[in-house]
């Protein structure tokens, strides 16, 4: 099997891709939809561009909370490409906004094989970026492990820990795409998802489609399988479907180096900012249900804590770099 490629983008093809999207706008004809499409269809290239600028104008119509269009988040993008220069820019869209965490030098390596497939590792505050022999592009976020199944016969990645964003390609051989996980086996019907291996008490599975649809098959009811529709997130383990909840966003605040809370308990926070840095993260339990709502560089988790501070009016308390709690003193 030929190893993934980590993708770095010509401002060119970045450019195009701002170019579509402006001619795309809110209310695009059937024509124009298709020749973008067919253009994002001719290389791999032109849909990671496609998707990283999906991600970046979604986020910039979020932070302007305006109701900004599409067009005009693109013309944006693009004043932001002329004005930088080559290596600016590259840097800018190989890490979103604002987004540091490893895509311009990928610190977890391919870990060799593991029962015959090729393993691939990111470690704590690190995502990936990689394009499969296929087309199909993985995003690694923070402490995931994959391992790669391509044969003559499937495609197949497992997930052993972690979480991870897939946009699938289409296959000429017409090999069969899926992902498997320690609940069930989930098979894309030409998508953009996001499978997570939650470490929480149950040991769910969490699926979120951002388009298209995916099938879940749970192990150990394989007679029950489901289909997600986009728009939709759910939980599952080895025989039990969790209840769905609707999902607004087109792709998930991580791969635009963002953690959103709405309401959030502390304590939940907390974990959650946790997966992005090294030690341990904790606050004292008559604070954990104070409630954190906005939206958090996961980069820089140092100024995270601080800001997080400074809105709750409580202490930072740095027994060492890396042990840090949260208090009322």
């Not at 988040?73 to 979103?96: P, V």
């Not at 998930?252 to 309401?263: E, H, I, Q, T, Y």
């Amino acid at each position: 099997m030929t190893p993934p490629k980590s993708d770095r983008l010509h401002p060119d093809i970045i450019k195009q891709a701002a170019q579509w999207m402006m001619r795309i706008g809110d209310t695009p004809d059937a024509a124009t939809q298709q020749a973008c499409f067919q253009w994002r269809q001719a290389d791999t290239q032109h849909e990671l561009a496609w998707q990283r600028l999906q991600s970046i104008s979604h986020d910039v119509s979020a932070v302007t909370d305006s109701g900004v269009s599409s067009a005009t988040a693109s013309h944006t993008i693009i004043r932001y490409c002329e004005q930088r220069s080559r290596r600016t820019t590259l840097k800018w869209m190989l890490g979103g906004i604002g987004v540091g965490l490893g895509t311009l030098g990928w610190a977890g390596a391919r870990q060799g094989l593991w029962d015959g497939s090729e393993v691939y590792q990111t470690a704590t505050g690190e995502q990936h970026i990689m394009t499969l022999p296929d087309g199909t592009v993985l995003t690694m976020n923070t402490g995931s492990v994959v391992a790669l199944n391509y044969s003559e016969q499937q495609r197949r990645i497992d997930l052993r820990s972690g979480e991870i964003l897939i946009v699938t390609a289409h296959d000429p051989n017409d090999r069969p795409f899926s992902v498997q996980t320690q609940n069930g086996l989930l098979t894309p019907l030409g998508t953009r998802f996001v499978v997570r291996q939650m470490d929480n008490s149950l040991n769910t599975t969490r699926l979120t489609v951002f388009e298209g649809a995916v099938r879940v098959t749970p192990i150990n009811q394989a007679s029950s399988a489901l289909v997600v529709p986009a728009g939709e997130e759910l939980e599952f383990d080895a025989q039990t479907f969790y209840p769905s909840k609707a999902v607004s966003s087109t792709v998930p605040d991580w791969s635009v180096g963002m953690l959103v809370a709405n309401r959030m308990r502390l304590d939940q926070f907390l974990a959650e900012l946790s997966r992005y840095r090294p030690g341990i993260l904790r606050c004292d339990d008559e604070v954990a249900g104070q409630e954190v709502t906005g939206a958090f560089r996961i980069d820089n988790t140092d100024k995270t804590l601080e800001v997080l501070a400074s809105v709750l009016n409580l202490t930072l308390r740095y027994r060492t770099r890396y042990w840090v709690s949260l208090g009322r003193d």
